[in-house]
């Protein structure tokens, strides 16, 4: 079945950017819209927004102006770069597929998670 | 965004009990809603898509239930392993928004 597993860096330092690698394996990132979501420590989920195959994106209005998700179909790969990383973008990161049925979308499967600490 | 209000935010159980969280949208959102249960350390596992369809390999204690602005996750007979948290997910618009989480703990 299909796999996500997430990789970058576990420490960046505040005002530098934050940059996520998530490889699947098990399947093709061909079709399917991919997501990167996060949560910081004690707090709920936020979505951060999502890449199709085709390249084209979508982000969270609370982070567009600092986030570039961009995929590589030859690695089975997409990224995630968050700029001007300040202590609140300390979170799990988390990549995720977003599958769907009808008008119904959802989340499955996801990556473990990386816990990402901003700190100088 | 589309405001996701769970309640309640905790709550205490035990073996066999039948348990209710609800799930509050600030504006109607169809049945497009999803139910995520998060172990500690772990990445959230899909239980309920569509508001009320059940996702392959859960077992049919989970339940989920409404349509518009509110809605039910109803576990029918508690068991050690459903002690997590629970979120609930609208996808009606991006950006598609969690609730707080409800954190269900044994008594």
């Known amino acids: 079945q299909v796999q996500l597993q997430e990789s970058g860096p576990g420490l960046v330092k505040p005002s530098e950017t934050l940059s996520l690698t998530c490889s699947i394996s098990?399947?093709?990132?061909?079709?399917?819209?991919w997501s990167w979501l996060r949560q910081a420590p004690g707090v709920g989920l936020e979505w951060i927004g999502y890449v199709y195959y085709t390249g084209s994106t979508n982000y969270n209005p609370s982070l567009k102006s600092r986030v570039t998700i961009s995929v590589d179909t030859s690695k089975n790969q997409f990224s995630l770069m968050l700029s001007s990383v300040t202590a609140a973008d300390t979170a799990v990161y988390f990549c995720?597929?977003?599958?769907?049925?009808?008008?119904?979308?959802?989340?499955?499967?996801w990556g473990q998670g990386t816990l990402v600490i901003v700190s100088s | 965004a589309i405001q996701m209000t769970q309640s309640p935010s905790s709550l205490s159980a035990s073996v066999g009990d039948r348990v209710t969280i609800t799930c509050r949208a600030s504006q109607g959102i169809r049945n497009d809603l999803g139910w995520y249960q998060q172990k500690p350390g772990k990445a959230p596992k899909l239980l309920i898509y569509?508001?009320?369809n059940l996702q392959s390999g859960v077992p049919s204690r989970f339940s989920g239930s409404g349509s518009g602005t509110d809605f039910t996750l109803t576990i029918s007979s508690l068991q050690p392993e459903d002690f997590a948290t629970y979120y609930c997910?609208?996808?009606?618009?991006?950006?598609?928004?969690f609730g707080q989480g409800t954190q269900l703990e044994i008594k």
């Open positions: 569509g508001a009320s």
């Open positions: 995720a597929r977003e599958a769907n049925m009808g008008d119904s979308d959802w989340f499955d499967p």
């Open positions: 098990g399947g093709s990132i061909s079709t399917y819209y």
């Open positions: 997910l609208q996808d009606y618009t991006y950006p598609y928004t």
